[in-house]
């Protein structure tokens, strides 16, 4: 198949760049919006020029934000900007990569990625979404959050961490083929808990922070605890664990020591 042009909204982040990797490997050109590529998505400016050429758009942006209301704000700007510069410029498939379980648990970030999957569903360009379970990287995320000293709390959580990467590829398969509404969800291949990942995290990386777990209050907390956010029977699952995630994450370190 001859190669595509496929934009990559938030191409230079920790999906995003798994995303123009594979864009590559598989052939196609990857075209990555960020205002490091002159290509700002808050405003809009500059995407108009990205965008030509451009066959899909798939969307991996994100916000390190609590909050719903400023989640909800940056995901529906985004999306709205985007999917008016792809209507202009005449891409045919908008892709985005949402969260398992966001639309039953729509408070915090999650609310934000509840309101992107309203406006792609409600928008004018044909759509593909992809629900994922949190990345093994989630955990020193959560780590580098809720830490203050010595201390870090972590919520309780049961989750399925799945491989960036293997998101990744999920998506430039959707991308390189015609808008498919909601797609399989993608999750990991074991469940886990949230507070042993950090613990583990902790361990194999050689930091010495000690772990509080809290179970969260209300309604999302609730839904943190009790299943909501894990994938159903019907998902896709990935191969990677978060223990040879671990183990390859070491084995970085280790060579990058030699």
């Not at 991996?60 to 609590?66: D, E, G, H, L, Y």
């Not at 629900?131 to 010595?150: K, N, S, V």
């Not at 990467?165 to 808990?193: K, M, Q």
Request: proline share 4%.
């Amino acid at each position: 198949m001859q190669g595509m042009k496929i934009a990559v909204a938030g191409g230079t982040g920790a999906v995003g760049r798994h995303v123009v990797d594979v864009v590559r490997e598989r052939g196609h050109e990857p075209v990555v919006l960020a205002r490091s590529t002159g290509a700002d998505l808050i405003t809009g400016s500059g995407l108009a020029d990205r965008l030509d050429g451009v066959s899909s758009v798939v969307d991996v942006t994100s916000i390190a934000a609590q909050s719903g209301a400023t989640s909800t704000r940056f995901f529906e700007r985004v999306t709205e900007n985007l999917l008016a510069a792809e209507r202009r410029a005449g891409v045919g498939h908008h892709l985005a990569l949402s969260i398992v379980g966001s639309d039953l648990a729509p408070h915090g970030y999650y609310a934000g990625k509840a309101a992107q999957e309203r406006a792609v569903e409600q928008g004018a360009v044909p759509w593909t979404i992809l629900r994922a379970t949190q990345f093994h990287e989630f955990a020193p995320q959560i780590l580098g959050r809720m830490r203050t000293g010595p201390l870090a709390l972590i919520p309780v959580m049961r989750c399925q961490p799945v491989a960036a990467r293997e998101v990744a590829s999920r998506l430039v398969d959707l991308a390189a083929g015609v808008p498919a509404g909601h797609a399989v969800d993608l999750a990991g291949p074991r469940e886990e808990s949230m507070v042993d990942m950090v613990r583990r995290y902790v361990s194999a990386t050689g930091g010495r922070s000690a772990l509080l777990a809290i179970p969260v209050p209300g309604a999302f907390g609730k839904a943190l605890r009790d299943g909501t956010l894990l994938a159903g029977t019907e998902a896709q699952r990935g191969t990677q664990t978060f223990a040879q995630w671990l183990d390859e994450l070491g084995a970085g370190r280790e060579s990058r020591r030699r």
